[in-house]
T-cell receptor, first 111, second 114 residues
Framework: SQQGEEDPQALSIQEGENATMNCSYK?????LQWYRQNSGRGLVHLIL?????REKHSGRLRVTLDTSKKSSSLLITASRAADTASYFCATDAGTGNQFYFGTGTSLTVIP | NAGVTQTPKFQVLKTGQSMTLQCAQDMNHEYMSWYRQDPGMGLRLIHYSVGAGITDQGEVPNGYNVSRSTTEDFPLRLLSAAPSQTSVYFC?????????????FGSGTRLTVV
């Protein structure tokens, strides 16, 4: 499988703290994406980082990519209860045609 | 509203029955795909299409058929339902096959096979 793997599987933090989750993948990629899934809902695209980028920001989100280690991290700063969700990374395995998702990190933000 | 529409939202099938999960998008996206989501397994790619008339297999294609006669529609057919196909199914679309603009997901179809 080309699947990525997120770490940790579950994370529980207090509101206002930062949340960091990691993604490791197996093959070279063109880009890596992060998605959020609220319970019982579809996935929502958060941010995309290309293989030639090392860091990207979007609001309270910061994504880093280390292609030499085949890993990425998603940082959510100043977390809110509304950030409670599962977070997935997705990679294209270099093909551009097929996107593979990891198993996700379940984030709980306690008010 | 622009987006990906999946029907039905819930379905119960008996083993051996067939059915079609519908997926439609109104964003003129070329790329469409089907995933299934199972607990602890993440999302696994079933089939995908890079344009009308073109489809290909993903990670777990067995037991499923797809066709893409129009840009808008990408139905998923279960030929003979099995309990192992109990899952939540998501359809997704993207402007480009490289996913450079991210994927838009439908709200899912929860399928139970008894």
């Amino acid at each position: 499988s080309q699947q990525g793997e997120e770490d940790p599987q579950a994370l529980s933090i207090q509101e206002g703290e930062n949340a960091t989750m990691n993604c490791s993948y197996k093959t070279s990629i063109n880009n890596l994406q992060w998605y959020r899934q609220n319970s019982g809902r579809g996935l929502v695209h958060l941010i995309l980082i290309r293989s030639n980028e090392r860091e990207k920001h979007s609001g309270r989100l910061r994504v880093t990519l280390d292609t030499s280690k085949k890993s990425s991290s998603l940082l959510i700063t100043a977390s809110r209860a509304a950030d409670t969700a599962s977070y997935f990374c997705a990679t294209d395995a270099g093909t551009g045609n097929q996107f593979y998702f990891g198993t996700g990190t379940s984030l709980t933000v306690i008010p | 509203n622009a987006g990906v529409t999946q029907t039905p939202k819930f379905q119960v099938l008996k083993t051996g029955q067939s059915m079609t999960l519908q997926c439609a998008q109104d964003m003129n996206h070329e790329y469409m795909s089907w995933y299934r989501q199972d607990p602890g397994m993440g999302l696994r790619l079933i089939h995908y299409s890079v344009g009308a008339g073109i489809t290909d297999q993903g990670e777990v294609p067995n037991g499923y058929n797809v066709s893409r006669s129009t840009t808008e529609d990408f139905p998923l057919r279960l030929l003979s339902a099995a309990p192992s196909q109990t899952s939540v199914y998501f359809c997704a679309s993207s402007y480009s096959r490289s996913g450079s603009y991210g994927y838009t997901f439908g709200s899912g179809t929860r399928l139970t096979v008894v």
